[in-house]
C-alpha cells in the first residue's frame, strides 16, 4: 500500500498529541515505530516485522518488573505504532530499550523511544554513538539526509533483514 507524505504527517501529529495525552497519565512512555524506507510503509512482512517488535517490548518490560500502565497498538495506512505507559525510571527503561535495539540485525528497523515530559531521551545520554546506516557504517541519519544509497539497496536490506523473523 503506497502512502502520501499528508498521511505520513497526519500519523506523526496523531502520535504526538497520543504522546502528550498520555504521558499526562504516567511518568514514562515508550513509543514504538518501523524505520522502512520509501512510501510503502505497511505489507505482510513489514507487519510481521512490528508485531516482533512489540512481542520483545513486551517481554522486556515484563522481565524487568517495569510497572506497565498501558498499552495501545494503532495500524495506520503511514506505518504502526505501539505506546506503553510505565511508571518506572525512565534511565532504566530507556537502558532496556537500547538492549533490544542492539541485542539483533533486525532491531535495526525498530525505532523505540522512551519519553518523559522533559523529552525524548537518546543514546547520547547514555556514552552511545548515534544508530549506524543499514548498509554502510556511517551514522544513519548521514546517509539518511545525503541520500547515500538507493531505494532499491535500501529496500532490499529491509526484506532481507524481515525476513529473518
Not at 515530559?117 to 556511517?138: H, Q, V, W
Request: aromatic share 8%.
Amino acid at each position: 500500500m503506497i502512502i502520501t507524505l499528508e498521511e505520513i504527517l497526519s500519523v506523526r501529529e496523531a502520535r504526538s498529541h497520543t504522546q502528550k495525552v498520555l504521558l499526562k497519565r504516567g511518568n514514562c512512555l515508550i513509543s514504538f515505530t518501523m524505520n522502512i524506507p520509501g512510501n510503502e510503509k505497511r505489507s505482510n512482512l513489514i507487519d510481521k516485522g512490528f508485531e516482533y517488535g512489540v512481542e520483545l517490548i513486551d517481554r522486556t518490560v515484563r522481565d524487568c518488573s517495569f510497572k506497565r500502565k498501558g498499552k495501545l497498538i494503532y495500524h495506520y495506512t503511514a506505518g504502526s505504532v505501539g505506546f506503553w505507559l510505565l511508571d518506572s525510571e525512565a534511565l532504566n527503561v530507556k537502558e532496556a530499550m537500547i538492549s533490544i535495539e542492539e541485542a539483533s540485525e533486525i532491531a535495526r528497523l525498530f525505532d523505540i523511544d522512551v519519553i518523559t515530559n522533559r523529552g525524548i531521551l537518546s543514546r547520547k545520554d547514555f556514552g552511545l554513538s548515534p544508530r549506524t546506516c543499514l548498509i554502510c557504517n556511517r551514522e544513519a541519519h548521514f546517509c539518511a539526509r545525503s541520500q547515500a544509497h538507493s531505494y532499491e539497496q535500501l529496500s532490499q536490506k529491509v526484506k532481507n533483514l524481515l525476513e529473518t523473523i
